[in-house]
């Protein structure tokens, strides 16, 4: 069975968001853990986190993806952004053991002039800082559009951050199909093409999510602007085929497209899920 759903608020709690999945035949969600711009994050209420387990049970959610917030930039040059991003990191990380097990995903972050490698570095240093042994969380690095000084852009950059993090068993990719679409990877033409070369650079071993995303600009455009399943360039067929490809079919699928309410999503899940049976 195809595993898929949709970013929802979190505002209403854990239970709130499990029930609003069900309700669009989601069988797991994302979520922001606090404020996308930043900002503190609710308490966590024990019953909420008690009523999400029994309904998540039976509704067959397994997995969720928590997303952290835009602005932490564990690659800022400035000390405060630095001090923001390893304060805000190591916080949601003790709060995803509410919900042991889950999976984590955060924007690298932009290397603003430094250079890529100096990005890379600050990135591996916080993850050094704020993995401890025995979280059960997965915390995942997301592939991205390469726009502006955005690192992570290539294959090899997302390598290299691993590649310096001490306790590497806890982190994993989540790709995205817009970001990838964006940094010239063409997961339209030649999907098999971009997941070997995920496997010699990465590892597909690593990959642990995918935020299915159509993309409003053209193959290699650096930009980041998502679109609807099917109105952007990558087009429905591609990206159905993303979700049925036999190294990602079983990979938990997040909908972050522009929707005005929650019945596009529910639209968009019945027909991803219509081809993929
Ligand atoms: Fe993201
Ligand atoms: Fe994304
Ligand atoms: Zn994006």
Not at 86 to 105: H, I, K, S, V, W
Not at 145 to 161: H, P, S
Not at 177 to 191: K, M, P, R, S
Not at 235 to 254: D, K
Request: aromatic share 6%.
């Amino acid at each position: 069975m195809l595993t898929i759903g949709c970013h929802l608020s979190s505002s209403k709690g854990y239970e709130a968001m499990a029930r609003a999945a069900a309700s669009i035949d989601a069988d797991t969600f994302q979520f922001f853990t606090r404020n996308p711009r930043g900002g503190k994050a609710k308490a966590i209420d024990p019953a909420d986190v008690a009523a999400f387990e029994r309904r998540a049970a039976e509704e067959g959610i397994d997995v969720i993806l928590a997303h952290a917030p835009y602005t932490l930039n564990p690659a800022a040059a400035d000390a405060r952004v630095q001090d923001f991003a390893r304060a805000t990191f190591a916080d949601d990380l003790a709060r995803m053991e509410a919900t042991p097990g889950q999976l984590y995903n955060f924007h690298p972050g932009s290397h603003v002039k430094q250079g890529a490698d100096v990005g890379i570095a600050k990135i591996a240093a916080v993850l050094n800082e704020v993995l401890a042994p025995g979280q059960t969380t997965t915390v995942l690095l997301e592939t991205m559009a390469g726009k502006g000084t955005e690192v992570g852009g290539r294959f090899e950059e997302l390598a290299a951050i691993i590649g310096q993090v001490e306790l590497d068993g806890q982190v994993g990719v989540c790709l995205d199909t817009c970001h990838v679409w964006d940094a010239g990877y063409d997961i339209a033409g030649d999907l098999d093409g971009v997941l070997e070369e995920f496997d010699r650079v990465i590892g597909l071993g690593r990959l642990r999510a995918v935020h299915l995303n159509d993309s409003l600009n053209p193959l290699g455009a650096r930009k980041d602007r998502h679109a609807a399943i099917g109105e952007g360039h990558i087009g429905f067929e591609a990206l159905s085929a993303v979700t049925r490809h036999e190294a990602l079919r079983s990979l938990p699928f997040f909908l972050e497209t522009p929707h005005d309410d929650i019945s596009g999503y529910a639209d968009e899940i019945a027909r991803l899920r219509a081809a993929w049976e």
